[in-house]
């Protein structure tokens, strides 16, 4: 079974660019999440979406920060303009059904760099 | 929000020794997860605890649910050097948000 697919790996942008992330949760999981992972913090969740509705994004910047999952399925990440303090491993991860049993699936990241 | 106080920090052990570390929150939560994260990947799920008191094992892993519903604590026996990384338990409470704590960063010497 494949996994959670991330891309890209890396990316380096300076401080008021754009940039997207994007997602493909494992086949048939109905629930996709969004993490932010800061150098030497656990995971914190931005945004999480059952199909294709929004769950909950109350951490979400939502002045610079934006997420869509069409057709419920893969989804994408941006953030325009960035900041400095964007510099982190933004997670995806998916599970099957509602997500209420906390097991998640996690993609290996897209580190961003900052500069 | 909650908050998850994760300790210790870090942990540098010889291969073959037990582990210990443990997770503690100013609020009640009704799961606790044990996730493993290996350098440049995503972290792995390794033990979930669904129930107060709950002890469950897998393999060399031991993690309890603590009574008070506010702890964990996470054991691996026999360290081997396959089981450096960093460790995050995770607690969800009523309103089903995870909140994951700061990690524990383990480092075997063989």
């Known amino acids: 079974e494949a996994g959670v697919a991330q891309s890209p790996r890396y990316k380096i942008i300076e401080k008021r660019q754009s940039v997207a992330f994007w997602c493909n949760p494992i086949?048939?999981?109905?629930?996709l999440y969004w993490y932010q992972q800061i150098l030497g913090q656990g995971p914190k969740l931005l945004i999480q979406f059952q199909n294709n509705g929004v769950v909950d994004d109350s951490q979400l910047p939502k002045d610079r920060f934006s997420a869509e999952r069409l057709k419920g399925v893969d989804s994408t990440l941006k953030i325009q303009p960035a900041k400095l303090e964007d510099s982190a491993v933004y997670l995806c991860?998916?599970?099957?059904?509602?997500?209420?049993?906390?097991?998640?699936?996690f993609g290996e990241g897209s580190r961003l760099t900052v500069l | 929000g909650q908050q998850l106080n994760q300790s210790p920090q870090s942990m540098f052990i010889q291969e073959g020794e037990d582990v210990s570390m443990n997770c503690t929150s100013s609020?009640?939560?009704?799961?606790w997860l044990w996730y493993k994260q290996d350098p440049g990947e995503g972290p792995v799920l390794l033990i979930a605890?669904?129930?107060?008191?709950e002890l469950t094992s897998n393999g060399r892993l031991t993690a309890q649910f603590g009574i008070t519903r506010k702890d964990s604590f996470l054991n691996i026996s026999a360290s081997i050097p396959s089981d450096v990384g960093i460790y995050f338990c995770?607690?969800?409470?009523?309103?089903?948000?995870?909140?994951f704590g700061k990690g524990t960063l383990l480092t075997v010497n063989p």
């Open positions: 991860a998916s599970s099957p059904g509602t997500g209420y049993t906390g097991e998640l699936f």
């Open positions: 086949s048939g999981h109905a629930t």
């Open positions: 995770a607690g969800q409470g009523s309103n089903y948000k995870l909140t």
């Open positions: 609020s009640i939560f009704n799961t």
């Open positions: 605890l669904y129930k107060a008191g």
